[in-house]
Every structure is written in structure tokens, then in C-alpha cells.
């Protein structure tokens, strides 16, 4: 600590000295954001070196304050000493590249990142930073170096590479911002401003470095947040969320499936297993001694035994997940098979009775009508024949309520000559003129009887509430479904919430795996529209 406070002393005199033989204090335009540069590099790297004694990102932060107050030596009496600081105007550099491409560690971890820092070093004792061109050219060396780096690297490397990649990405804009800016402008126009945000974004990098040192989120695998996220996530989007949280975006992950002893991923596939040597590390997730899921990643992923630990709590969790909507996905469609054997079986009835009442009944009150049709024929009193006659309009009246009453059970017509056949039928009994529009496909019977009673309804309510003038009735089919729809001029102010008509008929469409809404605003007419699937299966 004695060491590090020395250092602090050794930066502050040195700040104060270089600012004094370099500005003066006249203008503190100039001499303030140049003293908080150095200052704040030299302060951070001090303090990350205190911390994070291990790392060398404090000293080359503290080496990159020291150097940036060498250039306001350039003036100072001392002939010797005011050529070498000329020529060192970007000493501070060379340690700043060397933060950048080592970060969080100090230590290169590869020969191009080693080449990289010799580059950055060299270029910092000669004049090529000088050149906008080649600063231009060096600052997209130095982000493409950082994001090669951040590609290669997996797990906890990959998230502190992530730091380094937005580090380089900030000073690389700054650097090739500037030089640009220097080529396109006059020099008067962009010297004051440019280095004024040169100087703050160069804070803020500094602030940034050490925050990231202090906090090192790359040591967590921020899986306790993953295993809530996953609580909520979609089975597909695991191996995302996962991969994500490890930094490996090969990770693969399957789920075990105990009936075929094998590996799948979220879309059912078979998930092979890499061979042993194939550069590629398996992990097997257990639950009470009994494989759940298998995780396939990267070696270099999983060495911390306590993330492994934490990443198998999160895809037990996730597997836990995946099969619970499994289930659940598989109760739906088991009630849904219900619900459409429940309405095959309730419409089946419904036909039977039509049948018998049209061969039964029907059939009797038909006869009984020709009957009395002879019997007025040959009756010989006129009191008798206005009896029989008055006799027989009622009869005629109740096989007309019979038959409609018949209709509503299941609509023989249908059967007989079609959807547009029994929906022109249907409109013949209505007060108002009806429009009937019925273009497509043939349709399944199930979907056309689920259509007819859509529009039996519809109208029935349109005769009885809407008090309009006018109705049309359209009826698409396309290769997957069929749309239906409904539209009056009426007094609108339908409800589907409210009458158990139109309730009943959201139910049987929706069983089909359709849609029924209504648009009904007061003044404004009613239009229904149903959507239903030609086959009948519940979404």
C-alpha cells in the first residue's frame, strides 16, 4: 500500500509539473482536461492494482497516465530532455494497446495478440501515429484483432473478452474519428472541440476498464439469473439462454427421452453424441440417479466445478420445464379430441332425430294432411268443409314448425344439395332480402354443418333484433379453412359475451379449432365472422 500511495504522490507532482512547463496556469481550457486524463488513468490503474493485484490491467493503466503527460515536456528548458519528449508525443499508446488487447488479465493470450502489443509499442516510439492515414489504419487493426479474440474465446474468457471488444471499439472510434475528422476539416475548425472529446472519451474508457476489473462479471456465469429466466422461457429457447450465459455459442443440448434411450434436441431430433478425442466435452445432466438432459459444449466451458453445478440446476430445471408443457401441451389436445367426439356424437344424435321425426312424425302429419285434403273434397255440408279446411291449415302449421324445428336439429338439405343450396333455403324464411356469396372448396361435413348453423343463427337473430334492411351472407373456402361471415344494416349491439346462441356457436367453432368475433356497434350494423380449419383440429 505504501508503494501504491507513493505512486499517487508520484503522479500527482508529476501532473502539476507537466501541466505548469506545458501550459502555464493561464487558460485552464487546455490544462484541466489534459491534468484529468492523466490523473484519471493513473488513479483507476492504482486503484486496480490494489484490488487486483494479480491482473496487470492497473499498472498499464497507471504506465498509460504516467506516459500521457511526457509530450508537455517538449518545451522545457532542458534541450536533451525536450527533444526526447517531441519525439515521444505518443508514448502513452503503447501501454493503452497493450490494456486493451490483454484486458482483464495484462498477459497476451495468444501470438497475434503478443504481435499485436510488440506493434502497438513500436508504433508508440516512432512518429506513425503521427499519420491520420495510419492512425485511421491501426485503430481497425487493433478492433480486429479484439474481435478475433472475442470469436475464439468460450466461457468466462468470452464474457471478459466482451469488455475488451467494446473497449477497443470505443478508443478504435475515437482514434480513427479524430484522424478523419483532421483529414476532412481545417485545422481550426476541429483542434479545440475534437480534443476535448478526445480527452472525455478517454476518461470514460478508463472508468469503464476499472469498473469492469472491479466487478469481473466473467467470474459468474450469471446462471441464478439464467434458472429464473429459463422458469419462464420456451423449451427452444434453452440451449440460447444457456449458450448465452457460458459464452460457448456451440452448445448444444438434449433432452432424454426414456422410451427410445436416446438424446433429442427442443425439436425432437436425435441428438448424437461426439466421440471421445473429437475436441468436444459432454456433461450428462442426472435427477435422483436417472439421466434428464446432456449438455455438448466446449471443454474449456465447465472447468469451474461450481458453475457445472449451477448450469446442471438450470437444465434440470429446464428439462423439468420442457416435459411439464409436454404434458400439459398433451392434456390440451386430449381435451380438444374430446371436445370433437363430444360434438360428432351430439351432432350424430341430432341427425338421428331429425331422421326420425322426418320419417316418423313428418311423414304421419304429411299423410294426415292429404287426408283431410280428400275429406273437404268430398264433404257435403259447408260448415264441415270450413272445419276440415280449418283443420288442415293447422296442421299445415304444425308441419311447418315441425320441419323447422327439424332443421335446427341438422339440416337434411344440406346433405342433399350442399352449403349454398341450404343457406339459400334458410333465406327464404327471412323477412328481408339476404345475399348469399358461397365460393372455395368443398367443404368437410363437420366444418359445412359447424358453417350452416353459424349462419342459421346469424340470420335468426338478425330477423329478430337487428330491425334492418338488408343482409349478406359470404362463405370462402381456401385449401386450409374457411372464413364466414355475417354483415347487417341493422341497429347493431351485439354481444357474443351475452345470449347463449351465439355463446354455443363460439363453442362448437372454437372445438373445431376456429375463431367467432363479432363487431357489433349501436347504430351500426352487426357483422360475425368465423374462421374454422378444414380439419377440424383444435390449434
Known sequence: MRRLGLGGLAGVALGLTAEWVGF?????????????????????????????PESRTGPLMAATGFTWFVWNFAHVGVAALAWLAAHLVYLHRGPLVHLVLAYPSGRPASRLVRGAVAGGYAAAVTTIWGSEAATILLAGLLLAVCAREYVRAVGGARRARLIALQAAAGLSLVLAGTAAARLLLPPGEVSGALLILNEAALCVLAGGLLAGLLVAPWQRAVVADLVVELGEARSGTVRGELSRALGDPSLEIGYWLPDRAVFVDAEGRVLALPDAGSGRSVTVVERQGQPVAVLVHDPAVLEDQGLLEAVASAARLAAANARLRAEVQARVEELGASRRRILAVRDEERRRLERRLHEGAEARLGKLAATLGRGQASASGEQTRDQIAHA?????????????????????VLSEHGLEGALVALAKDLPLPVDIKVS??????????AAYFVCAEALANVAKHAAAAHVAVAVTSSESRVQVEIEDDGVGGADLAHGSGLRGLADRVETLGGTLQVESTPGHGTRLAAEIPLGGQAR
Open 24 to 52: 502555464g496556469w493561464g487558460d485552464p481550457r487546455h490544462w484541466i482536461p489534459d491534468l484529468a486524463v492523466g490523473w484519471t488513468f493513473i488513479g483507476c490503474g492504482l486503484i486496480g492494482w490494489a484490488r487486483r
Open 392 to 412: 288442415q291449415d293447422q296442421l299445415v302449421r304444425t308441419l311447418e314448425e315441425l320441419r323447422r324445428l327439424a332443421r335446427g336439429l341438422h339440416p337434411r
Open 440 to 449: 372455395g372448396n368443398q367443404l368437410p361435413e363437420r366444418v359445412a354443418v
